[in-house]
Each structure stands twice: as structure tokens, then as C-alpha cells.
Nanobody
Framework: QVQVVESGGGLVQAGGSLRLSCAASGRTFRSADMGWFRRTPGKERDFVAAIKSGGSTYYADSVKGRFIISRDNAKSTVYLQMNSLKPEDTAVYYC???????????WGRGTQVTVSS
């Protein structure tokens, strides 16, 4: 069973930066596609960024140019570097793993990011 655990959330002022980490265990990490999603109260969970097992990256338009997703296979960890944060980035951020190449089937519990104006 795959376990996914996020860390690194917190409170930051607008314009600041945070780096989220996501550690995955239970299966071969380098085989997994990894993604970050976020949810604000009353809204659906939205896609933020993804990194394929081969290293290709994808971003939501709302974070493109500000967020960077990366992975360290030796540490079985994926990162989300968030720069130039805005109040609208406030959300619970979730990390997810996909070993099937399609749906994300292992999810973390989330980490809160709050950006003050």
C-alpha cells in the first residue's frame, strides 16, 4: 500500500515563498507520476502541478511561472516550490501518486497553505 505524506505548509505574506514536500513510500517511487492539487472551502479539488515518472512537468495556468514541481527519486520525494504567492493560493494542498499512468490512486491528507494580504 502506498503512503503519501505532505509537509511544509504554513502562513506566508503575499509575495512570499513556500516549499511543500511530499514523501511517498510503499512502492517504487521512480515509477510513479506525482501530482499536487489544492482545495478551498466549498470548491472542488483543483489540479496544480504534476511531474511524470520520466520528468515531464505540467502546471495549471493559474500557477504557471510561479510554482515549480520537482522530484528526488533517491529520497522518494516530490516538491512544490511556490513563489510570488497570492491570497488566492490559500488552500489545502494535496499530494497524489499514480502508478497506473492514469488516475491518481494514492492521496495524502493535505497541508494548509495560507497567504495573507
Amino acid at each position: 500500500q502506498v503512503q503519501v505524506v505532505e509537509s511544509g505548509g504554513g502562513l506566508v505574506q503575499a509575495g512570499g515563498s513556500l516549499r511543500l514536500s511530499c514523501a511517498a513510500s510503499g512502492r517504487t517511487f521512480r515509477s510513479a507520476d506525482m501530482g499536487w492539487f489544492r482545495r478551498t472551502p466549498g470548491k472542488e479539488r483543483d489540479f496544480v502541478a504534476a511531474i511524470k515518472s520520466g520528468g515531464s512537468t505540467y502546471y495549471a495556468d493559474s500557477v504557471k511561472g510561479r510554482f515549480i514541481i520537482s522530484r528526488d527519486n533517491a529520497k522518494s520525494t516530490v516538491y512544490l516550490q511556490m513563489n510570488s504567492l497570492k491570497p488566492e493560493d490559500t488552500a489545502v494542498y494535496y499530494c497524489a501518486a499514480s502508478y497506473s499512468g492514469s488516475a491518481y490512486d494514492s492521496w495524502g491528507r493535505g497541508t494548509q497553505v495560507t497567504v495573507s494580504s
